[in-house]
């Protein structure tokens, strides 16, 4: 059975940084897309980052350019996602996603339907 558990979110002041992990199991998805989305009450899911099978390539929605970088160690099975300057309107549930696909570019890597695993979500709290 394959599993994404997320971990770092938390509270945090305006201009604060974060760390969220991904420990994927069941898997592996060292040749395959990881990405991470979030959803704030009341809004849809929304991507946020993706990073390509190998690294290669990273993606990023312009609210978080420059803010953000995603990361994955495939030793480790997991997917990184520092979070600078943070500000309140990233607070949201941030969820990892993993793909069984081969996509690459940033058009099918930012769609949540090329993802086929979920994380359960971990809670960012960004206070003003």
């Known amino acids: 059975q394959v599993q994404l558990v997320e971990s770092g979110g938390g509270l945090v002041q305006a201009g604060g940084s974060l760390r969220l992990s991904c420990a994927a199991s069941g898997r592996t998805f060292s040749t395959n897309p990881m990405g991470w989305f979030r959803q704030a009450p009341g809004k849809d899911r929304e991507f946020v980052a993706a990073?390509?099978?190998?690294?290669?390539?990273?993606y990023y929605a312009d609210s978080v350019k420059g803010r953000f970088t995603i990361t994955r160690d495939d030793a480790k099975n997991t997917v990184y996602m520092e979070m600078n300057m943070l500000k309140p309107e990233d607070a949201a549930v941030y969820y990892c996603?993993?793909?069984?696909?081969?996509?690459?570019?940033?058009?099918?890597?930012?769609?949540?339907?090329?993802?086929?695993?979920w994380g359960q979500g971990t809670q960012v709290t960004v206070s003003s």
């Open positions: 990073i390509r099978g190998g690294g290669a390539s990273t």
């Open positions: 996603a993993g793909s069984s696909r081969y996509y690459t570019g940033g058009y099918y890597l930012s769609r949540p339907s090329t993802y086929d695993y």
